[in-house]
Nanobody, 125 residues
Framework: QVQLVESGGGLVQAGGSLRLSCVASGRTFSIFTMGWFRQAPGKEREFVAT????????YYADSVKGRFTISRDNAKNTMYLQMNGLKPEDTAAYYC??????????????????WGQGTQVTVSS
C-alpha cells in the first residue's frame, strides 16, 4: 500500500501563487507515475498534471499549461505542483495520486490506484 499526504493549499488572490506538496510513504518502490487532479463542488475530478518516475516527462491539462509546473524529488518521496497566475476557476480540492502504470499522454483518474485526502485551494477574484 502507498499512503499519500498533500499539503500547501490555502486562500490566495487571483494572480497569486501556491506550491502544493505530496509526500508518499509505504510501498513507494511500486510508484511509477504520479499525478495531480482537482475537483470543484458539483463537478467530476479532473486531470491537472502527471509526471513519470524520473521526472523527465510530464503532461498538463490545457487549462493549466504554462501556469502550473509538476515536479518530484524521489529522494524525499515528494511530488510538487507549483501554481502561478492562479485564477478563480482554479478553485478546487487538489488530490495527488500514484500508480504502477507507465506514464502515457492519455491517463485519467481511473489509471491511479492510490490517492491522498486532498488539499483545498481557493482563489479569490
Amino acid at each position: 500500500q502507498v499512503q499519500l499526504v498533500e499539503s500547501g493549499g490555502g486562500l490566495v488572490q487571483a494572480g497569486g501563487s501556491l506550491r502544493l506538496s505530496c509526500v508518499a510513504s509505504g510501498r513507494t518502490f511500486s510508484i511509477f507515475t504520479m499525478g495531480w487532479f482537482r475537483q470543484a463542488p458539483g463537478k467530476e475530478r479532473e486531470f491537472v498534471a502527471t509526471i513519470n518516475w524520473a521526472g523527465s516527462n510530464s503532461y498538463y491539462a490545457d487549462s493549466v499549461k504554462g501556469r502550473f509546473t509538476i515536479s518530484r524529488d524521489n529522494a524525499k518521496n515528494t511530488m510538487y505542483l507549483q501554481m502561478n497566475g492562479l485564477k478563480p476557476e482554479d478553485t478546487a480540492a487538489y488530490y495527488c495520486a500514484s500508480t504502477r502504470r507507465i506514464l502515457t499522454a492519455t491517463m485519467t483518474r481511473h489509471d491511479f490506484g492510490s490517492w491522498g485526502q486532498g488539499t483545498q485551494v481557493t482563489v479569490s477574484s
